[in-house]
């Protein structure tokens, strides 16, 4: 009897399977050409909002410009008339304006003279011959603007009793605002007045030593 002999089966070795390796992920095309457009139209929308506020801007500017232009047109007339000489039509608004200068300085009025934005330069003259400008402004502060000196001295002086009788006597032969007094030294052409008119013209008159008007100039300003 033969020995039967099992010989042992060969092991066949299991495959291993090899790791995967991960596949590397696609960015979705259309996806990417989404974001694009996206970018794109970001852009332009930001590009036309900084034209569309560019110009809104400009236009305000514009705008901003024509105001100014508007308020410096209507500064520049304001300032314009409230600097034309108006002149006085009272005795008693020439009176004060005097009494308010002669606080600053010595000497008596010898002239009163009205000047621009409703103020009046008021000259006083001491016996020595010193002289002092007043600047009296519309809202009443005063100041002296100028001082010199003459060596003739006017006999007459500004007070209020003759103030008064040269404005009635120089409004009615010329009919408008008072707008300068003097004092003369010519003793038969004691005072000089000037009368701002109606229509604009200065009509120039001089007067005794009685208020009487002996002579008259109309100097029309309008043809300067």
Known sequence: MSETTNTPEAEVP???APAATPTPQRRSRKRTILLSGAAVLAALVLVGGGAALGAALDDDDDDSGELVGSISQ???TSRTDSQAETGASSADTLIDVIRTASALTEGDPTSIEASRGGAWEVQFTTADGAESDVRVDADGAAN???T??????????????TVRSLVSAALAHTDGTIVHLDVEDNPGDAYEVT??????AEADLTLDASFTVTSSELDDRGDD
Do not use: E, I, M, N
């Open 14 to 16: 299991t495959a291993t």
């Open 74 to 76: 209507t500064s520049q």
């Open 144 to 146: 002296v603007v100028a």
């Open 195 to 200: 009368v701002l008119t109606g229509t604009g």
């Open 148 to 161: 010199d000196r003459d060596d003739t001295v006017p006999a007459a002086r500004l007070d209020a009793d």
